[in-house]
């Protein structure tokens, strides 16, 4: 009977020690991170980062803008990570659902924060408390310029009879943007300060959609950036009227500058939006380094350098302190141009 007894103590001993192990190491093995606490071991105290898959959370819907600048380069980063960069689009709120959703989950730089120039102004515009300034900018990607779009069958062949519509009857002319905060709704308030027409703005979860709302004449117009509408503009389905920008754009010389129609536009230039991958503040000096790494190898590859070429993307590739000043000096030139506008408060 004791040899039973020790028989089966000992089996159920090794028995509880294989569950440990196996415990152990599936949690371990889970890709796709989006909370743990346990930040020392998933961003490598114990090995090499990464050792899984990387979220990359796109905070506006597919097809947009930064979608189409993220993915390819995600493809290009992925190689020298060694692990997939596994894209989501989580769009809401002016991008400020997917920018919590990464400051919410762990600091261990499994969650990527792929996003555009709006968490700049969460604060001022009552968004969210969150801003840039709760995030470390891993990889600065570039900025842009953007127009005034109408669809191809729109009654208006120049911004000044857009302004003259929404003049002669204030509210009704629709504008598609992408929320407060958003590219459409900053360029809505610069619009409003010089020319003084007001708008009906309808919100929509992506630059896409909102071009795509003005394509099939939902709404009148709408701000797009070029890399979002060339396409489009070259089918003939989308018409640049004007471009916020104080030199001709080289891939569409024709497109007159809005300057040439309200000289006094002149004070909100340059201005356009930027891209960058971000991870939450606190997260591992080594982690950003090696993610900086593979980002900065991965942007200037010629294939990458092409895709931006083509959508007229001012490449920058900043990392660090250079990235930190541009964001900072963005900030402070569209705070002011907004509180001039009257859409923010002077304080």
């Given at each position: 009977m004791k040899k039973i007894l020790a028989a089966a103590l000992a089996a159920a001993m090794a028995l509880s020690m294989v569950a440990c192990s196996t415990t152990g190491s599936s949690t371990q093995g889970q890709s796709g991170n989006t909370g743990s606490n346990n930040s020392a071991q998933s961003s490598g105290g114990s090995g090499a980062y990464p050792t899984q898959n990387v979220n990359g959370i796109v905070q506006?819907?597919?097809?947009?803008?930064?979608?189409s600048l993220m993915r390819p380069l995600s493809a290009l980063a992925e190689k020298n990570l060694g692990k997939s960069i596994v894209i989501q689009n989580m769009t809401g709120a002016t991008g400020s659902v997917a920018t919590q959703y990464v400051y919410d989950a762990a600091t261990d730089g499994y969650n990527l924060l792929m996003g555009a120039e709006n968490p700049a102004l969460y604060d001022v515009l009552g968004i969210s408390e969150l801003t840039y300034d709760n995030f470390e900018c891993v990889y600065l990607i570039g900025d842009e310029v953007v127009g005034i779009v109408v669809g191809k069958d729109s009654p208006y062949s120049s911004f000044t009879e857009i302004v003259d519509a929404?003049?002669?009857?204030?509210?009704?002319?629709?504008?598609?943007?992408?929320?407060?905060?958003?590219?459409?709704?900053?360029?809505?308030?610069?619009?409003?300060?010089?020319?003084?027409?007001?708008?009906?703005?309808?919100?929509?979860?992506?630059d896409a959609s909102a071009k795509t709302a003005v394509m099939s004449g939902e709404c009148a117009f709408t701000v797009c950036k070029v890399q979002s509408g060339i396409e489009d503009w070259k089918a003939g389905d989308l018409n640049f009227l004007c471009m916020l920008s104080k030199e001709p754009v080289e891939i569409?010389?024709?497109?007159?500058?809005?300057?040439?129609?309200?000289?006094?536009?002149?004070?909100?230039?340059?201005?356009?939006?930027?891209?960058?991958?971000?991870?939450?503040?606190?997260?591992?000096?080594?982690?950003?380094?090696?993610?900086?790494?593979?980002?900065?190898?991965?942007?200037?590859?010629?294939?990458?350098?092409?895709?931006?070429?083509?959508?007229?993307?001012?490449?920058?590739?900043?990392?660090?302190?250079?990235?930190?000043?541009?964001?900072?000096?963005?900030?402070?030139?569209?705070?002011?141009?907004?509180?001039?506008?009257?859409?923010?408060?002077?304080?």
């Amino acid at each position: 009977m004791k040899k039973i007894l020790a028989a089966a103590l000992a089996a159920a001993m090794a028995l509880s020690m294989v569950a440990c192990s196996t415990t152990g190491s599936s949690t371990q093995g889970q890709s796709g991170n989006t909370g743990s606490n346990n930040s020392a071991q998933s961003s490598g105290g114990s090995g090499a980062y990464p050792t899984q898959n990387v979220n990359g959370i796109v905070q506006w819907g597919a097809g947009g803008g930064t979608d189409s600048l993220m993915r390819p380069l995600s493809a290009l980063a992925e190689k020298n990570l060694g692990k997939s960069i596994v894209i989501q689009n989580m769009t809401g709120a002016t991008g400020s659902v997917a920018t919590q959703y990464v400051y919410d989950a762990a600091t261990d730089g499994y969650n990527l924060l792929m996003g555009a120039e709006n968490p700049a102004l969460y604060d001022v515009l009552g968004i969210s408390e969150l801003t840039y300034d709760n995030f470390e900018c891993v990889y600065l990607i570039g900025d842009e310029v953007v127009g005034i779009v109408v669809g191809k069958d729109s009654p208006y062949s120049s911004f000044t009879e857009i302004v003259d519509a929404a003049k002669a009857a204030p509210g009704t002319i629709k504008l598609s943007t992408t929320g407060t905060g958003g590219l459409p709704w900053e360029v809505g308030a610069f619009i409003t300060d010089v020319t003084g027409a007001e708008f009906n703005q309808v919100p929509y979860d992506s630059d896409a959609s909102a071009k795509t709302a003005v394509m099939s004449g939902e709404c009148a117009f709408t701000v797009c950036k070029v890399q979002s509408g060339i396409e489009d503009w070259k089918a003939g389905d989308l018409n640049f009227l004007c471009m916020l920008s104080k030199e001709p754009v080289e891939i569409m010389k024709d497109v007159p500058l809005i300057t040439e129609e309200y000289p006094d536009f002149e004070k909100y230039l340059p201005w356009g939006p930027f891209y960058g991958v971000f991870v939450k503040e606190g997260t591992d000096a080594a982690v950003i380094e090696t993610l900086a790494k593979a980002f900065s190898e991965a942007g200037p590859a010629e294939s990458y350098q092409e895709i931006l070429g083509n959508f007229n993307i001012n490449f920058l590739g900043y990392t660090g302190e250079d990235a930190k000043n541009y964001i900072a000096s963005w900030r402070e030139n569209t705070v002011n141009a907004l509180k001039n506008s009257g859409a923010l408060e002077q304080q």
